[in-house]
């Protein structure tokens, strides 16, 4: 599923941005993405994610990422049952960057499904 932009705390449309790509990395929709000398790439676990792919890079090898902000809330899934977590629990990314797994990372949850793995988990970065 990948993450999605769930809400915003402003009436704004979040701006897309083109990042250019690394070479031989491919981009999935819904992937937290860093930048790392000024090229996208996959986010480390327990960081916080500077954007979030809308879309594969282009045949330029642009990314189309939106810019988190911290009025942004992201629903994902959690790619491993976390028995403990609560609202207002951490989370990390898992290693694809497309869920989320119970942990010491940079996501605080706000709302959750289950804590079963796939049950849904919405995260504020």
């Keep these: 599923m990948g993450l999605k932009l769930s809400k915003m705390d402003v009436g ?13 990395e491919t981009y999935t929709l819904g992937e937290a993405l860093a930048l790392d000398a000024g090229a996208a790439t996959k986010c480390g676990a327990a960081a916080r994610p500077d954007y979030v792919a809308v879309g594969p890079a282009d045949e330029k090898g642009e990314v189309p990422a939106v810019k ?50 796939g049950d849904a988990v919405t995260v504020r970065f």
Excluded: H, N, R, W
């Design 68 to 117: 988190v902000q911290d009025y942004m809330t992201f629903e994902a899934t959690l790619s491993a049952a976390a028995a403990g977590l609560a609202v207002g629990g951490k989370v990390s990314l898992s290693a694809d960057g497309l869920q989320v797994t119970a942990g010491e990372g940079a996501g605080i949850v706000t709302a959750l499904e289950g804590t079963a793995a």
């Design 12 to 24: 704004l449309t979040p701006p897309i941005e083109y990042l250019p790509g690394k070479e031989g």
